[in-house]
Nanobody, 123 residues
């Protein structure tokens, strides 16, 4: 059984930083692509950042340069380092493990979701 557990969310001021963690078990972590998504009430889930098993990274345009996705295969963990946070970054952030890339796009129809962690950016 695959388990995906996010942590690190919370309340941060605009311009601040936060690091999210996603710990994965039940699959060979180093062989799998990973992704961070986010979702607000009434909105569709959107991809924020993805990373392949080989470490290739892609980002949503609005977060590029501010967010960094990384992975530590020794810890079976993927991170999302967020800096220069804006109120519009407020969302539930969800980790997805084991999606597939097709023509350079990450698809989460396969693999497993975490439960999400709330990030709130507010003064």
């Amino acid at each position: 059984q695959v388990h995906v557990v996010e942590s690190g969310g919370g309340l941060v001021q605009p311009g601040g930083s936060l690091r999210l963690s996603c710990a994965v078990s039940g699959l060979i972590f180093s062989d799998n692509a990973m992704a961070w998504y986010r979702q607000t009430p009434g909105q569709q889930r959107e991809v924020v950042a993805t990373i392949t098993s080989g470490g290739r990274r892609r980002y949503k345009e609005s977060v590029e340069g501010r967010f960094t996705i990384s992975r530590d295969n020794a810890k079976d963990t993927v991170y999302l380092q967020m800096k220069s946070l804006k109120p519009e970054d407020t969302a539930v952030y969800l980790c997805h493990a084991g999606g597939r890339y097709l023509s350079g796009t990450y698809y989460p129809d396969l693999g497993s979701w975490g439960q999400g962690t709330q990030v709130t950016v507010s003064s």
